[in-house]
């Protein structure tokens, strides 16, 4: 702030005497054709040298200020070019405003707004490497922007402006690796994260050395600058590269990421890049510095929309809010101070009008305007709460009538009116005769598309009518009558009206919803009835049809038995088969019906040798092939574990014939086990989706319940089957989960 009006010569140099780049056209300086990186070699007489601890321009400052005070026009100074050593006489004159907002305080403002994004990213993940990373890139950019100006004026703080210099390239690099996600390099090497800024740590020592030695920093300080311009267009070259190979959702954040950063860091780029090559930067101020200001806003709403940084936080509307009246209170302040300046004012007792005028002012607005909305736009005052209530009532209501009363109530509560009513209208359907029907709920079919238009019936009463619609068709009409002592509809009234219409087109259309949804679950619960008695038909059809030949088989033996004839053996050979026959046809149907589970520990390996007990006579010479420790026990119904072995083994003979092999293996597994039961045949024959179906089967003589009721009996036990084919193998999986698997010799629970 000493630098503002300050007398100078025209033109600003660095520590090493350069001249520098910042500037405005109009300064005598630049009209005399000084440009960067021409060397100032001698002032009023006094050489610049250098020195251990000293700048070669402190000779400069010094005789600038002696001069002033001495109350001199005009400094001599010599300078060295590229086309050899220039004698210019530069003239003494204040520093003008418009050059102090830009590269003093335009330059902390937007400092200000770096810091402000890293404490954001830093408070939403504190661990969070993309956070981090964002953070130090945006801190040593904040640092580089505070201390630039002062590089070239006051020349405080010189070794943070080295240390910036440094570091921003490299920090720019590995943010552009990181973001959003790490880069394949990145993720598998991060130490070249920590390489770049050991890079950067290794330039800000050399610069700090240089100047402590005494020696010049200008070679050191062109590797910077050039690294500065490399990493911003890496930076905007690396997110389009990301963003043209990216896919879905990561396309769309990335594009995101492109336009609120690209464009800016382009800019920033072309900047640097030009004062390297003695442009002044007047001109590039106007877009350099506006870059500068939009790349930290940009990337933080980018960042925050996208959650990027990874913190699952929530955003807090008014905190936003009171950030964004602050930045607009120091905005405030700088516009009213820069005019301050230029109506010939004090800096120091503009800022120090400009600063409670623009905070008391901010205060006034927000309370005037909330005033204004509690007295003339209540409905703003009331939006939120009225549409929470109304939305919490709806949510309770099935019932057409109830959805109108809740509207009526609602409206009635905020709106002081003499009436309010929301009258239904009945949906009337034509049925195939022609002739209208009852209200078909269907016609009201929830779609999303909903429309309240402002067109009151023909004939009404009222001050206000708004028809209700869902999907084009009309629910309902809300009227409401005048205001209470003549008082004027908002804008805000008919926002608020509009949205409860809008909840209230979705309500009734979700009472319609709900009315056809209980009537087709009544015509459901009819049909499965209707379903459930056909099944008995055919069940008693098939029975009817199983036992009428053995009837009339028996009923000709007795026959002959009462005219005392005798029955041969091939007769009652035949009688007894159809005995076992017809026992096997009633066992097989009782264990259709569901039974209760009697669960108790039982080794594996003991059911399979019970199972191929059982199966000794279909057996004959073969055995099963099991694979079964004697460790393993399970949970389970003995018996119907047992039925289910005895059916899948059963079915594996057929299959496998009299050469094939069958076998039972227990696989334990990290959710439990499966006990799989295969087979050497030739595969399931037939539709497989209908395997395990009732009455389903494709062996000549198969009953088609076999693999039902195992089906039932493993769903039962709370297991799955499943049915495959593996190297030539038939395999039935069964898999048993781990709360019903112990892996030690239990002794047995009932």
Known sequence: ?????????????????VISSLGLPSWEGFQKGLRFPDRVVEVNGWPLESTAGRYRASTWDAAIEQAAREGERSV????????????????????????????????MVVASLYVGAALIALTASPRGKLARA????????????????????????????????????MSLFTLALRLPDDVALIARYPVFARIAHGIGGLLAAALLASHAMGWTTVGIRSICATLVVASFLFFAITLIVRFAAAKGDRRRTLRALLLAMAPPHVVIALGFLLAMLGVPASALAWFVVPALALTPVASVVAFIRYDLWGSRALLSRPLTRIIIAAMMVALTVMLCSACAGYAGLPLLGAIKVAVPAAI???????????????????????YKPTVEQLSEELTLVADPDEVSDAVERTVARWLSCERVTFRRIAIEVVDAAGAPGEQDPRAAEPSGERLIGIEPPEESASELSLTVMFRGRLLGVLEVGKKRGGALFTSEDLDLLRTIGNQAALALAHAHSYAELERRRREQAAAWRDERAALIETLAAEITHEVRYPINFFRSVFKRGSSNQSLDAEEVEIGCEEVERLERLVMGLRRVTHRKLERRRLAVEELVSRAEMLLRDQLGKRRIDARVSATPR?????????????????????????????????????????????????????????????????????????????????RAHGWSIDPERRDGRTRFAITIPATDVTMTAEHEVA
């Open 1 to 17: 702030m000493s630098w503002y009006e300050r007398p100078f010569p025209g033109v600003l140099v660095d520590p090493d005497g």
């Open 360 to 382: 008391v002012s901010a205060a006034l607005v927000v309370f005037a305007l909330g005033a204004g909305d509690r007295t003339l736009f209540p409905a703003r005052a009331e």
């Open 76 to 107: 001599r100074v010599r300078v060295e070019t590229g086309t050899g050593v220039r004698d210019v006489e530069l003239s003494l004159v204040p520093f003008d405003p418009l050059a102090w907002w830009f590269y003093a305080s335009g330059l």
């Open 634 to 714: 399970l949970h389970c119904d003995p018996d119907q574990a047992t039925q289910v072995l005895v059916n899948l083994l059963s079915n594996g003979l057929d299959a496998a014939g009299d050469k094939g092999t069958v076998g039972v293996i227990w696989e334990p597994s990290e959710n439990g086990a499966e006990l799989v039961v295969w087979d050497t045949g030739p595969g399931i024959a037939g539709d497989a989706s209908r395997i395990f179906a009732p009455w389903y089967t494709t062996k000549p003589g198969g009953t088609g319940l076999g693999l039902a009721i195992t089906h039932r009996i493993v």
């Open 134 to 169: 964002f953070a130090t890139a945006a801190l040593f950019t904040a640092l580089f922007q505070l201390a630039l100006f002062d590089y070239h004026s006051s020349r405080d703080l010189v070794p943070f402006f080295h240390v910036a210099y440094a570091l921003v390239p």
